[in-house]
Nanobody, 119 residues
Framework: QVQLVESGGGSVQAGGSLTLSCAVSGYISSDYCIKWLRQAPGKEREEVAQINIGRRSTIYADSVKGRFTISRDAAKNTLYLQMNNLKFEDTAMYYC????????????RGQGTQVTVSS
């Protein structure tokens, strides 16, 4: 059973940086895509970034491209989301999720970590 635990959220001023971590326990299949999602109050959930475990490829939402970087340390069973040049609109609850890449079927999702950016 896969479990995901996020950490690293907090409050930061616009233009600042934060690094989120997602500690992963359980077997991670090469068929999985690990994603960072976010949801702000009153807004739809947005997929921010994902990493394809098997292909080792990454995808980013246009809203964060060039500012956020997703990475994985397999030895530490941890995924990261480095967030630079944060904007007010990046304020949201950030979740780590594991899905099957091709079907999109959900495998696991963490509880989330709050990121608040002040202007």
């Amino acid at each position: 059973q896969v479990q995901l635990v996020e950490s690293g959220g907090g409050s930061v001023q616009a233009g600042g940086s934060l690094t989120l971590s997602c500690a992963v326990s359980g077997y991670i299949s090469s068929d999985y895509c690990i994603k960072w999602l976010r949801q702000a109050p009153g807004k739809e959930r947005e997929e921010v970034a994902q990493i394809n475990i098997g292909r080792r490829s990454t995808i980013y939402a246009d809203s964060v491209k060039g500012r956020f970087t997703i990475s994985r340390d397999a030895a530490k069973n941890t995924l990261y989301l480095q967030m630079n040049n944060l904007k007010f609109e990046d304020t949201a609850m950030y979740y780590c999720a594991a899905d099957f890449c091709y079907s999109g079927r959900s495998v696991a999702r963490g509880q989330g970590t709050q990121v608040t950016v002040s202007s």
